[in-house]
């Protein structure tokens, strides 16, 4: 089956404790992508990457870093977590490196909670 | 910079209502627009989407068109059912990156 897969889907953390989120695609896809959804503001664009080791900052990258070492595989990191970073987040891929051309595929989401 | 402006919410309709969700965006260049719906629970998935002007994207009975004179992107659906509640989101795509509204709640009541 085609899918996104996000992993944890759920987390609680305190301030400062260094985190990882995986995101994983089984489609082949060149890009892929991370969004925070949050109430009121809907989802901004974090990192996203073009292909293997390409990747670029969205529109609210501070505090996140992200790698791409494996085209399947897009990892979220948090190194240094704060309560503001206390969201829902979205993987996300496409088969094109033009997302424009392509339809997103979106994986379940992880909400993460910053003590 | 680019941006998009949804409709706010929540939107409660009658079943076999008309619904109308309106978008409007700010973008430099052609930029494709879309439609994402969420459903509770629930990762978005691609509703409909025109990647040049005057396109007309369809789905499920879902119709938006894309018009650059009005930078708009209204979302119409002609006869509204209950399965079609959801959280409605507008997009816009220039180049690599994405920008999406704040996203529209639908409910519909039998």
């Known amino acids: 089956e085609a899918q996104v897969t996000q992993n944890p889907r759920y987390l609680i953390t305190v301030t400062g404790k260094k985190l990882t989120v995986t995101c994983s695609q089984n489609m082949n896809h060149e890009y892929m992508s991370w969004y925070r959804q949050d109430p009121g503001l809907g989802l901004r664009q974090i990192y996203y990457s073009m292909n293997v080791e390409v990747t670029d900052k969205g529109d609210v990258p501070e505090g996140y870093k992200v790698s791409r070492k494996e085209k399947r595989n897009f990892p979220l990191i948090l190194e240094s977590p704060s309560p503001n970073q206390t969201s829902l987040y979205f993987c996300?891929?496409?088969?094109?490196?033009?997302?424009?051309?392509?339809?997103?595929?979106f994986g379940p989401g992880t909400r993460l909670l910053v003590l | 910079g680019n941006s998009v402006t949804q409709m706010e919410g929540p939107v409660t309709l009658s079943e076999e209502a008309f619904l109308t969700i309106n978008c409007t965006y700010t973008a430099t260049g052609y930029p494709s627009l879309f439609w994402y719906v969420q459903y509770p629970g629930e990762g978005l998935q691609l509703l409909l989407k025109?990647?040049?002007?005057?396109d007309k994207g369809s789905n499920k009975g879902f119709e938006a068109t894309y018009r650059k004179e009005t930078t708009s992107f209204h979302l119409e659906k002609g006869s509204v059912q209950v399965s079609d509640s959801a959280v409605y989101f507008c997009a816009v795509n220039t180049g690599n990156q994405f920008y999406f509204g704040t996203g529209t709640s639908l409910t519909v009541i039998p």
């Open positions: 025109a990647t040049k002007a005057d």
């Open positions: 996300a891929s496409s088969r094109s490196p033009d997302p424009g051309e392509e339809t997103q595929y």
